[in-house]
């Protein structure tokens, strides 16, 4: 790969520099001279003082910033940590990408690497079903535990050894990263905090550089908020107030604010993907790839990039950020940052060295370098824009009373041969009676762990558990299943259909956000994805149905969205027979126990966050229980 223009040299990782949440009192000089610049060290990353009394650059930069991250923070989507306060920030990296202090007033961009230090890891490990937020399907976001505790053991043979071996370094590099400063520990004692890595991109307006006085005759006349005003509006304090020429009204909704002390002092900081000029600057070190500090950018061999593209932030994203330049390609921004390839990259990588074309092929991504293995932030691809979302094709379906067997069949084939690539491609292993009991197991505590919660479980809890005893029993007469990479998170809203030729295509392999990178990236059957996507199917149908009824909960429970469902559900199965030659039908107590396993955790992110949605759920629960399911167990 290229590295024209860029230095190739990569400084040494700076200290962490940490930072209480609470207001910062600047000490001694830690702060620099108003409208100082950061101290730029080579390659454009920012020097690091370490926690050192008296503070450097970075004490500087980090203790001005926590005061606006504590409450900008919690209001993204993608923040995983909803629901707990923050109690302070450890800074892992600060690159200027643009200058931050231009004299001409040039908006400059800042890309950190921030840990966020909240509440403990008992607090943390307690949330039964995760933070993530709904997805674009409608169904909920993802599996939590699901898969991570059940499939702890998944890998049993010479593959799945590796695959723990490397497991095991995340781990450790995982650990590591969420380690918080001595300094940190100290002010907080007792057990220690989670921090999750997340990536930040500010774009950074320094203030005018001529204060008080007139500005340039070639330059129209400014009119800036104070500091505390512009910090009001970027926390929903009464209608944003935006400098005119500095921050235009398209930015007023991406506000940070402006931190008061530090090396950015007075400067306008906001959310750069959501300006134009900065989201292009990304597209173009990903064009001309090479190192700049701590990040790398990498382009696909033979890749070549189209330049001048126009972006476009996608509005609908949950756990990461996406922007669209021009309908050539799509860049996601991974948000939770954790040592190691990024599933997402590594599957796509691998489906696209074995000739499969249902997946897009990687074009280029950038990583942020480190003590272990590189942190994958974000990846590009191609944008399929003559595609439309499956979840929304299913339901305009619903909406004209269309057939959509035809195209459940295609999407069973498209994920039949995903999962055959991906078992060429990637270690495979087998699941025999150890890992089988481990599974079922936790999925009973899950079981028990719901019905406590939502009292309209408990009535189908013996059934249920039927449901897993069956498949250990098979377990205990040494039964045994194939084990392998997966996509991990599917449903209808990760499948994309053409509409040039109904062909589908599968994306977003990253699996679950809110679990580790290792769990994300163990072997499992390929059922769980099957039974993600049957359930796809139920809220597909409640859904659709519910549009001209009132909604999912009095849609749930009629006959012709039942059935719509069975249908699609049955093509879906012949489907994947057609292309691989097995029926997953064909084992209907390990797809019981996955189907199951989904749906009770549907219930309970329903009951907590969506009580409307809840019969959705349930209405599969009852089909899953069978005839004989109320009990009091």
């Known amino acids: 790969m290229s590295d024209s223009s860029m230095s190739r040299g990569s400084p040494p990782t700076p200290s962490p520099a940490t930072a209480s949440a609470a207001p910062p009192r600047p000490t001694g000089s830690a702060a ?22 008296g503070g450097g650059a970075d004490d500087g ?30 800074l892992v990296s600060a690159t200027e990408l643009l200058p931050c202090t231009a004299r001409d007033g040039a908006a400059g961009l800042l890309h950190l690497l921030v840990r966020a230090h909240q509440g403990s890891y008992a607090d943390a490990e307690g949330d039964v079903e995760g933070d993530a937020g709904d997805e674009a399907d409608g169904a909920p976001g993802g599996d939590a535990g699901a898969g991570a505790d059940a499939d702890a053991d998944a890998g049993d043979g010479s593959a799945g050894r590796v695959d723990r071996a490397t497991a095991g370094a995340e781990r450790a590099e995982r650990e590591a990263l969420a380690k918080p400063s001595s300094a940190s520990r100290a002010r907080r004692p007792g057990a220690p905090e989670p921090a999750d890595c997340y990536q930040l991109l500010l774009g950074v307006l320094p203030p005018n550089p001529h204060g008080a006085g007139p500005p340039p005759a070639n330059r129209a006349a400014r009119t800036e908020p104070g500091p505390a005003a512009a910090h009001a509006a970027a926390n929903g304090a009464g209608e944003p107030v935006v400098a005119r020429e500095a921050a235009p009204p398209r930015l007023a909704h991406a506000l940070i604010g402006r931190p008061a002390t530090g090396p950015l002092a007075g400067a306008l900081l906001y959310e750069a993907l959501a300006d134009p000029r900065q989201a292009a600057l990304l597209l173009e070190r990903l064009r001309l790839p090479g190192t700049l500090g701590p990040l790398r950018f990498r382009r696909a061999p033979g890749a070549a990039i189209e330049a001048d593209l126009t972006p476009r932030p996608l509005a609908a994203e949950q756990s990461n ?5 021009g309908d050539a390609y799509i860049l996601k921004v991974f948000r939770r940052i954790a040592p190691g390839i990024n599933p997402d990259l590594e599957v796509a990588l691998a489906l696209t060295r074995t000739g499969c074309r249902r997946v897009p092929p990687p074009t280029a991504w950038f990583e942020a370098a480190g003590a272990g293995a590189p942190a994958t ?18 339901l305009d379906q619903l909406a004209r009373g269309a057939d959509f067997t035809a195209a459940a069949h295609a999407l069973g084939q498209a994920t039949a041969e995903v999962h055959l690539a991906l078992a060429r491609s990637l270690p495979t292993a087998e699941i025999g009676p150890p890992q089988i009991e481990h599974l079922t197991a936790a999925m009973s505590r899950r079981l028990d762990a ?44 990760q499948a994309l259909r053409s ?6 295509s599968l994306i977003d392999f990253e699996g679950e956000p809110a679990s580790p990178l290792a769990e994300r990236r163990r072997l499992q059957p390929v059922v769980r994805d099957i039974a993600g996507m049957l359930r796809s199917f139920d809220y597909a149908a409640a859904v659709g149905a519910g549009g001209a009824h009132g909604g999912p909960q009095s849609a749930a429970g009629s006959r012709e969205p039942r059935e719509w469902a069975r249908r699609s559900r049955a093509a879906y199965c012949a489907g994947y027979a057609a292309a691989c030659g097995h029926d997953p039908r064909a084992e209907p107590e390990l797809l019981r126990a996955y189907e199951t396993d989904k749906a009770v955790y549907e219930v309970l992110y329903e009951a907590r966050h969506r009580p409307d949605w809840l019969p959705v759920p349930l209405s599969a629960i009852r089909r899953l229980a069978g005839p004989a399911a109320r009990d009091t167990a």
């Open 377 to 394: 932030l974000g990846l590009l691809q191609p944008y399929l824009a003559d595609c439309a979302d499956g979840w929304q094709y299913a």
């Open 499 to 504: 509409t040039r030729d109904g062909r589908w």
């Open 450 to 493: 719901a019905a406590g919660a939502v009292p309209a479980l408990r009535p189908f809890r013996r059934a249920l558990r039927g449901a897993y005893a069956d498949l250990a029993a098979l377990g205990d007469s040494g039964r045994a299943w194939p084990a392998q990479r997966i996509h991990g998170d599917l449903h209808l809203g």
């Open 61 to 90: 930069l980090l203790a001005s910033l926590a005061p606006l991250l504590t409450e900008w923070l919690p209001r993204q989507r993608w923040f995983a940590g909803k629901g707990r306060p923050i109690s302070g920030f450890t």
């Open 32 to 53: 620099g001279p108003r409208g100082a610049g950061p101290r730029t060290g080579g390659a454009g990353q920012v020097t690091a003082a370490g926690p050192a009394a």
């Open 321 to 325: 950020s996406s922007v669209v330049y």
